[in-house]
């Protein structure tokens, strides 16, 4: 008989033992009266904005909304140019374009897939450039000290792409506290996930938290006055928000059980056509742990053959959609397009037992 398969990722296996608070969770609200922008989106507000380090959270909708209004919040709008790597799964360059603003593509780093500090630098040199969005790729910090140093230099706004790296943190501060205003998604299978879509801002910057506040609601400035120009209606649920509260608590844990399997990959893995990330500490939390091969495809079929589950994030670069109609043609970005063919992503989260784990493991060394 086969083993049975290890999938990338379980929410049933995630969700399944809070199932009863969760329950509790949802009857409270049903009970309240209370379903959009009530007192349990302004509780999780509180609590996240504690939790990340920062003076606001304002919770919306989704990831992508988050990101929009982060970049509306400190001041994109049409024709802007905002600098933006190109490997993050088309996240920030929908929401750039959403704006009417107008994407850059930076290359990354072809150890670990972040934005590349001097090629960064080399883009803000070629003309003006808004603001820059910031990915913590697969859950790892950013470059901050850099990025923000050359930012600040130059006046272009950091806006931090925190939907991978929820509580991911570096001399006592977390993500979303690097840069003027961060995204955050609660996408269920995200590290802090939600049971639906939901999204968070957070900030530091007042006038950036109110202008986000106003902007998730049609661009009011009160009741039916409409002062803003790009608002959108993008709420959080009161559900959605009473169960991130049950969760939040949970967080740290759960990154630290996914660091685990990661810090097991990276030491245990020894074969030398698959290339592993570097074992991690705090900065990184694992949202997903992706190894590179030349020969992925193979790997890929080879890893099915034993019961691993793979997957690839991401196969198709930003600047290759198809939706630019060939815009972005003449763009080259090596490393990205590189990377493209040989990431392979290993099942990792917090409920894969040691077993598991050891099974991975075995696999890619029979390789
Ligand atoms: C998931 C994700 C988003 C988008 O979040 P949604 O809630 O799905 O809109 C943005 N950026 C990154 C890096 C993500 O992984």
Redesign the pocket.
């Known amino acids: 008989m086969p083993a049975p398969l290890i999938p990338v990722n379980s929410l049933v296996r995630h969700i399944a033992p809070l199932k009863t608070v969760l329950s509790a969770d949802a009857a409270s609200v049903i009970d309240s009266g209370y379903y959009v922008l009530g007192p349990g989106v302004a509780e999780f507000e509180r609590a996240f904005a504690a939790y990340c380090g920062t003076a606001e959270c304002i919770g919306v909708a ?6 929009e209004l982060a970049l509306k919040s400190v001041g994109v709008g049409v024709g802007d140019r905002v600098a933006v790597a190109a490997n ?2 088309m ?2 360059t929908t929401a750039i374009l959403a704006c009417g603003a107008i994407p850059v593509f930076v290359d990354v780093d072809s150890v670990d897939a972040l934005l590349d500090v001097a090629l960064l630098a080399e883009t803000l040199g070629t003309g003006a450039i808004k603001a820059a969005i910031v ?1 913590h ?1 697969y859950g790892r910090l950013a470059r901050f000290d850099g990025i923000v140093e050359l930012c600040r230099s130059r006046g272009v706004a950091i806006v931090e ?1 925190c ?2 790296a929820h509580g991911a943190r570096s001399s006592g501060r977390v993500a979303g506290s690097f840069g003027d205003v961060a ?1 955050f ?3 269920p299978t ?1 590290n802090l996930g939600a049971l639906g ?3 968070a801002i957070v900030t530091s910057n007042a006038e950036v938290g109110q202008r986000a506040r106003q902007l998730r609601q049609y661009g009011w400035t009160a009741k039916y006055t409409n002062t803003h120009v790009g608002g959108r209606n993008s709420r959080l649920d009161e559900i959605q928000a009473r169960m991130l509260l049950t969760m939040l608590p949970l967080l740290d844990g759960w990154n630290a059980r996914r660091r685990d399997i990661a810090n097991r990959y990276s030491n245990e893995i020894r074969n030398t056509s698959i290339a592993v990330p570097a074992s991690a500490s705090e900065e990184y939390v694992a ?1 997903l742990y992706v190894a590179h091969c030349e020969r992925r495809d193979a790997l890929r079929t080879h890893l099915e053959g034993l019961g691993v589950q793979t997957d690839i994030h991401y196969p198709v670069p930003d600047h290759r959609q198809p939706c630019h109609r060939g815009a972005y043609d003449h763009v080259d970005l090596p490393v990205t397009e590189k990377l493209a063919t040989t990431a392979l992503t290993l099942p990792c989260f917090p409920e894969l037992t040691d077993e598991e784990v050891e099974r991975v493991i075995d696999a890619c060394n029979r390789f």
């Open positions: 989704n990831g992508t909304d988050a990101l993050a799964a996240y920030g990915t790729l792409d939907a991978q995204a998604s609660f996408y995200k879509d939901g999204g949202h």
